[in-house]
Each structure stands twice: as structure tokens, then as C-alpha cells.
């Protein structure tokens, strides 16, 4: 296959960039999107052209480091799959593809393809845990949790944290990672002490970062290569709302 | 009050107020239809509902009271949802700063992408629609406490009126058909199991309010009612 | 037997155990009391006083990002590092299947005896056995931690937490959270973490790589690290330094690790004095998805659960290029059922992997180079119907989808061993502290837990226990002990591993050669994988003796990387990675060659039984094999720690 891929390329945070459109040979179908890249990194060294940098790690789906906007798709669009795990079997001899950064005022771009995804780390520090220090846990079986309590919690824990959910939305809302995070957390016994306060806080640090607000469109949970559940913002805003009516007291 | 406040701090919390005001409206708008379908009872069951709004509550309150309790509940209303809806807007276009160059959606329905303009729209429509029927200064030969002569005139002596007319609701019932839905997210009813029920609840709102709203302009212009 | 034809392999003269640096340092007494005993006589930080002593931590997947955490809460002042844009993305994520504790809540009959007892066996008897039996009662008290964190492990009806079965273990003790058990642990680990970040005393380097340790007064006082995004080189001093690093898969080129997986950390800190053990031990894994072509960059695995009903096979006739479906039954070789009737499909890792090549080096593999064998499912979808099979593992059936462009559905899927897991590491005692004094290893970084060969849900297990329970104990006594003085960073120490640091990255920019850093990496993968792989003979270790040293030659005077340092620049990074790793498979290979029994992961053609199957010798090579650092992996010097099997009688690993 021969494929044309415009390409943003940007030198630095403060650079401005451009999209570049460059020729890629010998293309296999069997090539993971990222191993197509690669090939052509390869061809620009060995034409003394930097190469383009982007943000990958395990190539199994799972670490949440890839990511990219793919024909204005993120993660080019297939049901339930990350940028490394897209194949090119799913496109055709001679097209051109459009790749682009991940875009939001949350996620500024630090060279290429590759953006910072740091405000996400915030939001978990604002809250996105249980105070459970190492050490002061009662038995495992201490407590049951009905099997279709920890199963939605695990729906909702299974997010990557790729930044999909806002690079797809039109407001560049980070409401579905958000609420992920609530939603796996509230559904649990031990979550109930702090869920109050953690979604006060993790809402206020949510909003700081710059991302947009939510309208309610779904292209988050289209995007979201762990499909979680446009459902899960429902419930953060019910959280929220309680908890602000309670003024974050979680004693009436 | 308190929380109140604090919700406005919050985009969630200027969304809820957008919501439960959303759900004022959109109360007033059901009933606004069904009144407007009495036209079909006839001028002296039009006008006598008319009549009926402006004296609900009497004589047990003061003349007029609960018709400006009514106008005052809706205008706080507009206020609030429009003043969130601006301050959101501004928030979410600081969302993204620099465009992609090229973008695709998977899931957006066409009314959800169009939902501020949709009530841009809707928001001008109603200044007009005031001083079209209410007020009278855009009506010539409005007839004050004649609703049914001022309806029948206005779609059949101005021949714009009633696509102005319909346009507008088209704007309205698309606006409800995310809206309705929305509000039930953004308040945090929906549910997993309700996800169906609401997006149903969405979707007969959005059609039902058009097909209601717009078959007055559409009688009165087919030559139906005169 | 065929121990007698074991070939005169060249050895150095061996190093005497008595070496003080080889000290295990395991407490005295019976198995069961160790660690309590030890952590009695431990001395203790006083709380007031730990904010004032830096702890530094490398690496944030589930050893180092549980430790760094669990030092934050007791207040020492920590620094933590990771290459990744986030901590949460450390490649501990990608674990699949579970992790082991020896909770026996399924009453049949599991205890700590018993996990001690399989992972020492499971090992094939190369682990020390204080540091196993601690890590088997430490396994309960994991699960426990990982609850109150709020991971969603899977649980019955009933409420109470679901256990599965697991490779090399006849108890149910596997704790899974559906495929992601990795994912969730980690995720625990790190909200752990981010907790102590927003508390203050956990200051989170993300995109930051160490490239060396510095050493003063003979012991680790701090690390030198690059700022991957603006490219400065920092010096960051403190007490003491872990490193929780993970393994070095990648020296393979092609693993299932993730691509930015590498052995920097450690290598820096062995050619800085930290002994080596056993490198040549690695994990070849059975069920991953074959290479489809030159341009692949990385393994898939497939989870292990599917041997349970999936069956595997290659046509009986050699270079047969019939579709799956037309091979009669009878053309067909069972391979594994037929050389082990009693575990069958089911035979562990290091055995399974084994058995695929020898049918693929016959000339019967199937696909794309003859390199895979099927795993069929047609006889247990006839049996439980292809609902049944979906519900079980239609999330890994879509996986192999996405990734061949095959459905497993109706043709059986195609897998081919692949480097999972090493086993060697860094060498420590039984305070996970290496031979630099206040270097401390944790997690898959160092050797000590799993001997020759990993069981599954093990890595899970022994990453957490290091870093939760084991370190931050360790690591007080350390700081109490003192016994080493303040430093800053002016210390000539400090400008002298900067230096070096500055200097290697000046040295990489300036080369300007013709090929790509990746052309060397695969040409090493392919060279260590060819001679250091599922099979080792004499002959071809020797061989790689001699094509390693020339490929670094090449690397440092042809190898071309562009662009600058001072900013993100992705060939960079890689180069030192590699360049690292061309000097670790050199010294893989010397262990391999010095190693000449096959135990576990690592099988010496030389040494083996009639049949075909591994022949461990325990007179010869009951040690851990320690290296030390003298300027090039081919000067390296080996130490041995003879190991002592007090509560457990060495015995002969069968699954026939």
C-alpha cells in the first residue's frame, strides 16, 4: 500500500506548526497504525528530516500514552480501539490521512504529535483516591460488595486516561475521565467517606485546568477506546449537585 | 441560597441551573401548546381561555397576580438560562483554543451540535412572537382581547409570518429534543436503566411541540380556520 | 544421563562464596519467624525526624510507585521518578491475568506454606528461600491493601472476592479484575501515589529519565536524570535511592513489553558497582501473537487462560501449506498433549514455549515464516457451544481479530512463543538492597523472588510486596543506621556523573552515522534471540560472544541521531537505551555460557534428558550467578551466592 499522510508538525511548545505531507512506501496491511509512523521515522533519518515525535508505550491498548486525531477521529475512530492498536487494513491504497495533536487549552502541545496530558494527573491528585494508608487494611473479604456494585465500578475504572474523551469533544470537556474516576470510586463501600469532598474537589481542579463544560453530545464515549459510559457523567452530576447542596458535609 | 451560589462556580452547577430553568420553560411551552390548540374550539373558547389567563386567581388575589408571578417566574428564567448559556459557551470555545484542521464527529446528532443556535433563535423569535400577539406593535389591526381575530390575521395577512412562525418552532422542538434529554443528564436523573426512557421522553417532546406549535400557522395559511 | 556429555565449558575460576558483598543478610532462625524477627530489630525513623531524610525513587509501576507512596505516607520526603508522561502508564498496567495471595478462601487447602512451596518449585529451585516464604505472607496482606484502595477485583454473587486457577498451582488463589489485573493494581498504586503528591511530601518527576547514579563514599546518594522535554540534565541527592525499573525484555527488541521499556537504570547502576544476577534468566511466553512481518515493533500477549480450552497443534507433515480446516484429524500433531498427557495444553510457560519451537524448527510451524503453531477452538466450541466460548474469552478473540485480521471464530488462532518476563536482575539481599550500599532494587528490577522461571500472577504479587511491605521497612532501618554524612551538590562526585551524562549524549549527537538506532536494535534482538533464546547451545553463545562486541563497535561509530538535546527528542532517548542494552546482551550471554545445566527459563541444549526435557544440575550450579563490573561486559568477573534449601528438598520439576 502507498499512503500520504499529512502530518502536524511543531518544533516546540512556543513554535507554531503546520500540517506536512509526506509519502509513505510499502505499507502492509498487517502494520499497526504506530509501526506505520515508524516506518516513516525511518525514512526521514536516513533523508537527514527529524523524525516525528509521538507519544506511545505498551502498543497493547492499555497504558494510555498514544493518541492522535486521525482523519478527525480520535484514534481513528474504530470501535473500542487506541491509536496502536488501529491497523492499516482498515484503509486503502492511496489515501491520505490527516494526523493532529491531541487539541485543547488543558493539553498544549510539547512537540508534534505529542501533548501534555498532565492536567489529567491533577484532577486524580484533587481527590481521585481513597485514604487508604498501607497497612490499616481490614481483611479483603471484610466487607462484600455486590458483585454488580464492583462490576459498574470496574466499567468505570477501566479508563486509560489517553485524553480521547476530550480531544473528541467538541467543548474539550474532560467531564468523561472525570466521572470515570468518581463513578469507580463512589460505587465502592470504602469510597463513601471522601466522595463528597472528591468530587467537590475533583470537579473545581476539572474546571481550573481550562477544559470546557459538558453538553451532553457523547462523542467522549464514541471516542473512548474503553467504552465507558455516557451514564457515568450522569452520576458525576448527581454527585456533585448532592454534595454541593450538603455544602461537601457528608453528615446531614 | 448558599448552594445555589456555589453551584454557579462550577460548570456543572451553571448547568444545572440551565437545566431546571430549561424544565420551567419547557413546562410553560407544553402548556402554551395546548392553549394554542384551543383555537380549534372556536373563537369564543379561544378568547375565552385567553381571557381565563389573565384572571386566574381572581378574585380570591389581586388582578393579575398569578399571570405575573407566571411572567416574572419565566422571565427570571430566561435570564438565568441565557446568562449560563453565554458564560458556558465562553468556557467551552477557551476549551480548545486552536482548531483541527479537520474533524469528523461519530456520535453528535445534529441537534445536540446545534443547540446554542437553536436558542439564539428561539430567543429572538420569542421578542418578535411578543410583540407580534402580545404586544400588537408588529400586527396591524391587532385587536387587543381578541386573540383568535389577531391569530387568524397575523399568519393570513402577513403571508412571512407563518414560515417565520414554523421555522422558529422547528428551532425550538430540535432545541428540546437534546435539551429535555440533556437537562435529565446534566441534573443527574439519567441513569444507566433511564438512558431509553429520557431520549425517548427527548424525542416526542422535540416532534410532539413542533407538529403542536406549528399546525396553527399551518391551518390558518391552508385556509382551514378563518 | 545425559549430564555426562555436559561440554567443558569455559569458567572462570570461581569466585568464593564468602565474598561480603554476597551477604543475604537473611535473619537467623526458623522460615516462618524471619521477618517478624527482622522487623523487631529493624531500627525505626522517629516520624518527626523522616520528612528531613530524601528518598529517591525510580520508576512508578507497582514496586516503585506502591514504595514511593507508602514512604510519603510515613513521611519521608520523597522524589519519584518516571520516563512516562504519566505514572499511571508504567508498563505494569499491561498484566492480564491476576495476582497471587494465599488467602485460601477457598478452603482447599492453600497456606503461605504452600505458595512458598510452588513458587520455590515453580522456580525450578533457583530463589532464596528467606525472600520467597516472606513473599508468600506478604501475598494476603496485599489483597487487603488493594481493597481498601477501592481496586474492583471481580467477586462472586455472594459479595466476597472470586478467585481463579493459574498455571503451576493446584489451588484457586489468582485475585483478577477481568483481563486488566495489571491496570487495576497500578491504578491503585498510583491513586496511592497522587494522594502523597497532593500532600506534599511526593514530588512526582514525570518525563524524566535517570541516566546514571551518583556514588559517595561508596554508597548511592542520588541520581542523575534528563528532563525529556527541555533536555536538562539534573542532579537529584538524597539518602538513599530504589530502583524499581522493571525488566529488560526489550533486549530482545521484540517482547511484549512496552517500547520504552529498558535497562538503563540498572545498567548504570551495575557499571557503577551493583552485581548483576542470573541476566541469562528469562520468561518466554507461549501464547502471543505471532510476527506478521519486518516492519513489527512489538509482541502481543494473549492471556494463558486460553490453554484451557484451546488446543494446540501443527500438521504432522512438514511445510504442509494446506488451510487448517482441510488437515484430517489424523494429520494433525497434539504436540503438547502427546509429550505431556497429564498437564496437555496446560503444561507451564518455559515447557510450552519449548515444545512450539522444536515443531517449528522440524519444519512444521504454520503462517507467515513457519513461526506459530494453532490454538484451536473448534473442539470446545462443539463441546460448550460458541456462546460459551465467547462469554469466556471473547474480549481476547476480539483482540487477536484487530491485531491479524482474522477471525478466531472460524480459523484457529495462530501463536508463537515470546519474551515476557526476565527474571534476572539486579542483585540484593534480603533487604532488597543491592551491592551498593543505600541502593536498594525492587519489583521485576531485581532478581530475587521467582529463580528461573516466573508462575503467573506472580509478578503482580512480588512488585507489591516490595514496594508496599518490604522497602519502606528496609529502607527505615537504612536511614536509622546512618552512618554516612551530608552531601550537596558540589561534591566532585556529582559533577563528575553530570559530566558523563552530558558527555555520552554529546557523543550520540555527534556520531552522524548511516544507520538508525532501531536498524541496531533489531540486529541485537535478532542476535540475542537467535542465540540467547528459548534454546542455548555452547556453540551458538559463542558465537553471539563474537557478534555482540562487533555490533557495538558499529553502533558507537555508525549509528545516527538527529536533532539536539535540549529538547524532546525521542532517537536520543532511544539510542542510550540501546546502546545499554548491546551491553547487556553481551553479558547475558557470558551467564548463559557460564550456566551449562538447564533450569526454567533457560535450557542448555547440552543439558538435557533423553526425552528432550530440561536436566537441571544442582551439584554444579545451585547458585546465583552475581556479576560484577570491570569496564566491559566481557571483563565482567562472576560471584556466586550458593543457595541453601533448609525447608524445602530440591527435587526434579515434572508435568508429565
Given amino acids: 500500500m502507498k499512503i500520504t499522510i499529512n502530518v502536524w508538525r511543531q518544533k516546540g511548545a512556543q513554535a507554531s506548526g503546520r500540517l506536512v505531507k509526506y509519502q509513505v512506501d510499502h505499507v502492509s496491511p498487517d502494520m499497526s497504525f504506530l509501526e506505520m509512523l515508524d516506518i516513516l521515522n525511518q525514512q526521514l533519518i536516513s533523508k537527514n528530516e527529524e523524525p516525528v515525535a509521538f507519544d506511545h508505550d505498551c502498543r497493547e491498548g492499555i497504558c494510555g500514552s498514544c493518541g492522535v486525531m486521525i482523519n478527525g477521529l480520535a484514534h481513528g475512530g474504530q470501535l473500542a480501539t487506541t491509536t496502536c492498536q488501529l491497523h492499516m487494513r482498515s484503509f486503502k491504497d492511496g489515501d491520505e490521512i490527516t494526523v493532529e495533536p491531541w487539541r485543547a487549552k488543558a493539553f498544549p502541545v510539547i512537540k508534534d504529535l505529542v501533548v501534555d496530558r498532565g492536567a489529567f494527573d491533577k484532577i486524580i491528585q484533587s481527590g481521585g483516591y481513597i485514604s487508604a494508608g498501607t497497612g490499616s487494611a481490614p481483611d479483603a473479604n471484610s466487607t462484600p460488595i455486590a458483585k454488580e456494585n464492583a462490576d459498574l465500578s470496574f466499567d468505570a475504572a477501566q479508563c486509560i486516561g489517553c485524553g480521547a474523551c476530550v480531544a473528541a469533544c467538541p467543548n474539550a470537556s474532560a467531564m468523561l475521565f472525570t466521572s470515570a474516576k468518581i463513578a469507580h470510586l463512589g460505587l465502592l463501600p470504602q469510597g463513601q467517606p471522601e466522595r463528597k469532598s472528591r468530587v467537590l474537589n475533583m470537579v473545581a481542579t476539572m474546571d481550573a485546568a481550562g477544559f470546557g463544560g459538558c453538553t451532553n453530545i457523547g462523542e467522549c464515549s464514541a471516542a473512548c477506546p474503553k467504552e465507558i459510559g455516557l451514564h457515568f457523567i450522569g452520576r458525576l452530576n448527581r454527585d456533585l449537585l448532592s454534595a454541593t447542596i450538603a455544602g461537601g458535609s457528608s453528615v446531614d | 441560597m448558599a448552594a445555589a451560589l456555589t453551584l454557579n462556580q462550577s460548570t456543572i452547577g451553571k448547568k444545572a441551573i440551565m437545566a431546571v430553568t430549561g424544565i420551567v420553560l419547557y413546562g410553560f411551552v407544553i402548556v402554551h401548546m395546548i392553549g394554542n390548540l384551543k383555537i380549534f374550539e372556536g373563537p369564543e373558547g379561544f378568547n375565552a381561555y385567553s381571557h381565563f389567563l389573565r384572571v386566574v386567581g381572581e378574585p380570591a388575589l389581586p388582578a393579575g397576580t398569578i399571570l405575573w408571578v407566571i411572567r416574572i417566574v419565566l422571565l427570571l428564567s430566561v435570564i438565568l438560562h441565557v446568562t449560563a448559556a453565554i458564560q458556558l459557551t465562553r468556557i467551552d470555545n477557551a476549551g480548545r483554543p486552536i482548531a483541527y484542521k479537520k474533524v469528523k464527529r461519530k456520535q453528535a446528532s445534529f441537534a445536540s451540535l446545534t443547540l446554542r443556535w437553536g436558542g439564539v433563535t428561539i430567543f429572538f423569535f420569542v421578542i418578535y412572537h411578543l410583540l407580534h400577539f402580545t404586544v400588537g406593535t408588529a400586527l396591524p389591526g391587532f385587536i387587543e382581547g381578541d386573540p383568535y381575530h389577531n391569530v387568524i390575521t397575523g399568519f393570513s395577512s402577513q403571508v412571512w409570518a407563518a414560515p417565520v412562525y414554523i421555522v422558529a418552532v422547528a428551532a425550538l422542538g430540535t432545541h428540546l429534543y437534546h435539551g429535555v434529554w440533556s437537562a435529565m443528564q446534566t441534573l443527574g436523573i439519567n441513569t444507566r436503566r433511564t438512558e431509553k426512557l429520557f431520549r425517548g421522553i427527548a424525542v416526542l417532546s422535540g416532534v410532539g411541540l413542533f407538529a403542536g406549535f406549528a399546525t396553527v400557522p399551518i391551518v390558518v395559511l391552508l385556509g382551514i380556520l378563518k | ?656
Fill in chain 3, 1 to 656: 544421563m545425559t549430564t555426562e556429555t555436559k561440554p567443558q565449558v569455559e569458567t572462570r575460576k570461581p569466585v568464593e562464596y564468602t565474598d561480603a558483598r554476597l551477604n543475604a543478610n537473611a535473619p537467623a532462625g526458623p522460615l516462618e519467624q524471619k521477618w517478624s524477627k527482622h522487623k523487631f530489630e529493624m531500627k525505626l525513623v522517629n516520624p518527626a525526624n523522616r520528612r528531613k531524610h530524601t528518598i529517591i525513587v525510580v520508576g512508578t509501576g507497582l514496586a516503585g510507585g506502591a514504595a514511593a507512596a507508602t514512604l510519603g505516607e510515613q513521611g519521608y520526603n520523597v522524589k519519584a521518578f518516571c520516563y512516562q508522561d504519566s505514572a499511571r502508564r508504567a508498563h505494569s498496567i499491561a498484566a492480564q491475568g491476576g495476582i497471587n495471595a494465599a488467602k485460601n478462601y477457598r478452603n482447599d487447602g492453600d497456606s503461605v506454606q504452600r505458595l512458598f512451596y510452588d513458587t520455590i518449585k515453580g522456580g525450578d529451585f533457583r530463589a532464596r528461600e528467606a525472600n520467597v516464604y516472606r513473599l508468600a505472607e506478604l501475598s494476603v496482606n496485599i489483597i487487603d491493601q488493594c481493597v481498601s484502595q477501592g481496586v474492583p477485583f471481580a467477586r462472586e454473587y455472594s459479595g466476597y472476592l472470586d478467585n481463579r486457577s493459574f498455571g503451576g498451582a493446584q489451588v484457586s488463589r489468582t485475585f483478577y479484575a477481568r483481563g486488566q489485573t495489571g491496570q487495576q493494581l497500578l491504578l491503585g498504586a498510583y491513586s496511592a501515589l497522587s494522594r502523597q503528591v497532593a500532600a506534599g511530601t511526593v514530588q512526582l518527576n514525570e518525563r524524566t529519565e535517570m541516566l546514571d547514579i551518583i556514588i559517595i563514599d561508596g554508597r548511592a546518594r542520588g541520581i542523575v536524570t534528563r528532563d525529556m522535554v527541555t533536555g536538562e540534565i539534573e542532579s537529584h541527592l538524597g539518602d538513599a535511592v530504589i530502583l524499581a525499573t522493571g525488566g529488560y525484555s526489550n533486549v530482545y527488541y521484540l517482547s511484549t513489553n512496552a517500547m520504552g521499556c529498558n535497562v538503563t537504570a540498572a545498567w548504570r547502576a551495575h557499571k557503577r558497582g551493583a552485581f548483576f544476577a542470573n541476566p541469562c534468566y528469562t520468561q518466554i511466553h507461549p501464547t502471543c501473537i505471532p510476527v506478521s512481518g519486518d516492519h513489527q515493533s512489538k509482541l502481543t500477549l494473549m492471556s494463558e487462560s486460553l490453554r484451557n480450552d484451546g488446543r494446540v497443534w501443527v500438521p504432522k507433515e512438514k511445510g504442509d501449506a494446506r488451510s487448517p480446516d482441510k488437515v484430517p484429524e489424523e494429520e494433525r500433531d497434539y504436540f503438547l498433549e502427546r509429550r505431556y498427557p497429564s498437564y496437555g495444553n496446560l503444561a507451564p510457560r518455559d515447557i510450552a514455549s519449548r515444545a512450539a519451537k522444536m515443531v517449528c524448527d522440524a519444519g512444521q510451524g504454520v503462517g507467515p515464516g513457519g513461526l506459530g503453531v494453532y490454538l484451536d477452538f473448534s473442539a470446545a466450541m462443539k463441546r460448550l457451544g460458541e456462546n460459551t466460548v465467547r462469554a469466556r474469552y471473547g474480549n481476547l478473540f476480539d483482540m487477536y481479530e484487530r491485531i491479524t485480521g482474522e477471525n478466531p471464530y472460524k480459523v484457529p488462532m495462530r501463536i508463537y512463543p515470546a519474551v515476557h518476563y526476565t527474571m534476572g536482575g539486579l542483585w540484593v539481599d534480603y533487604n532488597l538492597m543491592s551491592t551498593i550500599p543505600g541502593m536498594f532494587v525492587g519489583g521485576e528490577a531485581n532478581f530475587s523472588d521467582h529463580g528461573a522461571n516466573r508462575l503467573g500472577a506472580s509478578a503482580l504479587m512480588q512488585g507489591l510486596a516490595d514496594g508496599y511491605f518490604v522497602l519502606p521497612s528496609t529502607i527505615g532501618n537504612y536511614v536509622a543506621t546512618g552512618g554516612y554524612s551530608q552531601v550537596d551538590s558540589s561534591h566532585p562526585a556529582v559533577a563528575e556523573a553530570v559530566n558523563a551524562v552530558k558527555d555520552r549524549i554529546q557523543k550520540f549527537l555527534t556520531i552522524n552515522g548511516t544507520r538508525t538506532v532501531d536498524s541496531f536494535h533489531r540486529e541485537l534482538g535478532n542476535i540475542m534471540w537467535e542465540y540467547c533464546g528459548m534454546s542455548r547451545t555452547e556453540e551458538g553463545l559463542k558465537k553471539a560472544l563474537t557478534l555482540l562486541p562487533a555490533l557495538r563497535e558499529k553502533f558507537w561509530s555508525d549509528v545516527r541521531v538527529l536533532g539536539s538535546g535540549n529538547e524532546l527528542n525521542q532517537e536520543l532517548e532511544k539510542a542510550g537505551r540501546v546502546a545499554d542494552f548491546i551491553e547487556l546482551g553481551e553479558l547475558m550471554v557470558r551467564d548463559a555460557l557460564e550456566r551449562g545445566e538447564s533450569c526454567g527459563g533457560h535450557f542448555r541444549e547440552e543439558s538435557q534428558t533423553e526425552e528432550g526435557e530440561a536436566l537441571r544440575n544442582d551439584d554444579e550450579y545451585c547458585y546465583v550467578a552475581a556479576w560484577e563490573h570491570f569496564g566491559d561486559p566481557s571483563q565482567a568477573v562472576l560471584h556466586r551466592e550458593q543457595l541453601q534449601f533448609e525447608s524445602i528438598k530440591l527435587a526434579t520439576r515434572s508435568y508429565k
